[in-house]
């Protein structure tokens, strides 16, 4: 069965630089969401899109930004970045249905991108 | 105080072992409860999903969930060397997408 596909899967990046996380969602699946999990800690969420709407926004810091496209691909653009944004960015995704009812579906994580800021 | 507490371990058993993990919250809106495996340099996969308080079953693994005292579990019986991995429980809000995860018990089936 067809999973969750993240790109790239590892990333080298310099403080201050910028950085681009794809995320493509399971097919027929309208809901994304992206989660940072630092070294040794559980994913902490960020955001997430229903229908190419934000749907929710959790702690996701004002330099970084995502946006769902029509094709329900999803990208987290994240700026200036600091040694502290080293950690896996995992992508999930689900389908709320025509309702667009959150009702606590089933998230389906991608392997995640492991970006490192140096 | 975090949301949701889980011992983060690291545990060890032997094969064949009947491995027990906990979680406990304090948000009593949390209605969805899940069991996530991870294994290393992997997304979290996963394992159970529960709603209501009471047990579920799938093959070797068993989720408990008690609303009443705020705790979840989850049971391996007859634990394998493949079942080694961090086991991260999560639980979301009826109408919130804001999952939250435990820290993850880190899991080790000796042969």
């Known amino acids: 069965a067809a999973g969750v596909i993240q790109s790239p899967r590892h990333l080298i990046k310099e403080k201050r630089e910028t950085a681009t996380l794809k995320c493509y969602p399971i097919p027929r699946h309208d809901t994304v969401y992206w989660y940072q999990q630092g070294p040794g800690q559980d994913p902490q969420f960020l955001i997430s899109f229903y229908e190419k709407m934000q749907s929710d926004k959790g702690s996701i810091p004002d330099r970084f930004s995502a946006q769902q496209f029509s094709d329900y691909h999803s990208e987290l653009n994240m700026s200036s970045l600091e040694l502290g944004d080293s950690a896996l960015y995992f992508c999930a995704s689900s389908q709320r249905g025509a309702s667009g009812r959150r009702s606590g579906e089933t998230q389906y994580f991608g392997p995640g991108t492991r970006l490192l800021v140096l | 105080q975090k949301e949701v507490e889980q011992d983060p371990g690291p545990l060890s058993v032997p094969e064949g072992a009947i491995v027990s993990l906990n979680c406990t919250y304090s948000n009593s809106a949390f209605q969805y409860f899940m069991w996530y495996r991870q294994y290393s340099r992997k997304g979290p996969e996963l394992l159970m999903y529960?709603?209501?308080?009471g047990n579920k079953e799938d093959g070797r693994f068993t989720a408990q969930v008690d609303k009443s005292s705020k705790y979840i579990s989850l049971f391996i019986r007859d634990s394998q060397p493949s079942d080694s991995a961090t086991y991260l429980c999560a639980m979301s809000e009826y109408n919130n997408n804001d999952m939250r995860f435990g820290a993850g018990t880190r899991l080790t089936v000796k042969p």
């Open positions: 529960t709603y209501s308080s």
